[in-house]
């Protein structure tokens, strides 16, 4: 495993002002990479927690202010609670600004100008801070202050409409993907931004909005309809718009996926199915002849397919003909192959000394990247805050009043 002073942005220092998904795996991200990602955390209000919402988001806990969910997006970073919205709280934070690379949220599209968090806000106090923003629908236009999620953005992108089979009722994907790759996309932005930063010595704001991510996903079937007007639709089994066969294809006790988009696959696959004069028939001699053909050819293949199981098929497949067997979450998890890639890692957090987790997709050098448990809500704020000047006794009034929150312990 790659620890973090070997990683790419180890010695760069981000202040995170976000909640719950996209945002925080946009600098997981970052984190992962080596950057120092320092949450700034609402301290809190009496009865009202604190903290990344997420903390909060059930149904599986490690404690008060502390979740499954909030550790999924927050490994290796730090956390500082601090009100940056009090006068005092927002001198201090002021003062990180002035030691940062980039500060990153994910608010609601009209509030960074409001707190101050754009480059026009913060250059004076540091000319080459990078501020990075993710919204549902950006900061300016008459969407800038609307909630977003991203289920709406599967909805308004076209993506329930192509999701699920012919003639069922439209269907989000499984997963909140549009999340995701807005988070990955903000973190690209960011170190691009970071890199001109670092030739220039001047910063800048960069944008990304969950509704641009979701419409640029469209990729291929948007560029048929603008230049063509066509529609793609749903195909059965979830297969491809244009090549065939490329879909779930049924066994003796579940199915596969075969995707033969070339073909050296489609012929190697009538080979291993015992079909070799698929290849001149001339129903499906070429990839046009195969879509336009298509039911027969099915028909045809699912009835050697299912006449031996997943594993048999997967055996003789693998390797030859790009297949896939459709697996249910649990399977997923447990299969050999991610465990033996260095897929899962086990952590020792406080109340789990066996928490396992996914591992960051990206390998330096080779390795995988380490993880480390997400914070509890201002595990750092004292250290941290110590290291721009505040004295323990500041940092106890400071406490006091609610303007931070932390162990206050941990000063040297």
């Not at 795996?25 to 120092?36: I, Q, T």
């Not at 039911?295 to 293949?301: A, Q, T, V």
């Not at 330096?364 to 004292?382: E, F, H, K, M, Y």
Request: proline share 8%; charged share 15%.
């Amino acid at each position: 495993m790659t620890h973090s002073a070997a990683r790419p942005l180890a010695g760069v220092r981000i202040l995170a002002v976000e909640q719950y998904g996209a945002g925080p795996f946009a600098s997981l991200y970052l984190s992962d990479m080596g950057a120092e990602v320092i949450k700034i955390e609402d301290p809190g209000q009496g009865s009202q927690p604190g903290g990344d919402s997420s903390r909060q988001s059930g149904p599986h806990f490690l404690g008060p202010g502390d979740s499954h969910f909030f550790q999924t997006f927050n490994l290796g970073k730090k956390s500082v609670a601090l009100d940056i919205r009090a006068p005092e709280g927002r001198a201090i934070f002021d003062r990180l600004v002035a030691g940062a690379d980039a500060v990153l949220n994910n608010l609601r599209g009209d509030q960074p100008a409001k707190l101050g968090l754009t480059y026009a806000a913060l250059a004076p106090l540091n000319p080459r801070i990078v501020c990075a923003h993710l919204s549902g629908y950006g900061s300016t236009g008459p969407r800038a202050a609307w909630p977003a999620y991203d289920y709406l953005m599967q909805a308004e992108a076209g993506f329930l409409h192509l999701t699920g089979e012919p003639g069922t009722a439209p269907s989000r994907m499984g997963l909140s993907l549009v999340d995701y790759l807005s988070g990955i996309t903000l973190a690209f932005a960011t170190v691009a931004a970071l890199f001109g930063a670092l030739r220039s010595g001047t910063g800048r704001d960069v944008e990304v909005t969950l509704y641009d991510v979701a419409m640029h996903q469209l990729t291929y079937p948007a560029t048929w309809y603008l230049n063509t007007g066509d529609v793609v639709q749903r195909r059965p089994r979830s297969g491809h718009p244009s090549v065939v066969p490329c879909e779930v294809f049924p066994t003796r006790d579940g199915h596969v996926f075969i995707m033969c988009v070339l073909p050296k696959f489609w012929e190697t696959l009538c080979l291993i199915l015992g079909q070799s004069h698929l290849v001149t028939d001339p129903r499906f001699a070429r990839p046009l002849d195969r879509f336009q053909n298509r039911d027969d050819l099915i028909g045809i293949i699912d009835a050697v397919l299912t006449q031996r199981s997943t594993a048999e098929w997967m055996a003789a497949l693998a390797g030859r003909v790009p297949v896939a067997p459709i697996l249910t979450l649990p399977e997923a998890l447990e299969n050999p192959y991610l465990a033996q890639t260095g897929g899962i890692q086990t952590l020792t957090h406080p109340a789990d000394a066996n928490f396992r987790v996914m591992t960051n997709p990206i390998r330096i050098d080779g390795s995988r990247i380490a993880a480390q448990v997400a914070p509890g809500l201002g595990a750092d704020t004292a250290s941290i805050l110590s290291k721009v000047g505040l004295s323990q006794a500041a940092l106890a009034d400071l406490a006091t009043r609610g303007i931070i929150a932390g162990p206050m312990g941990d000063l040297p």
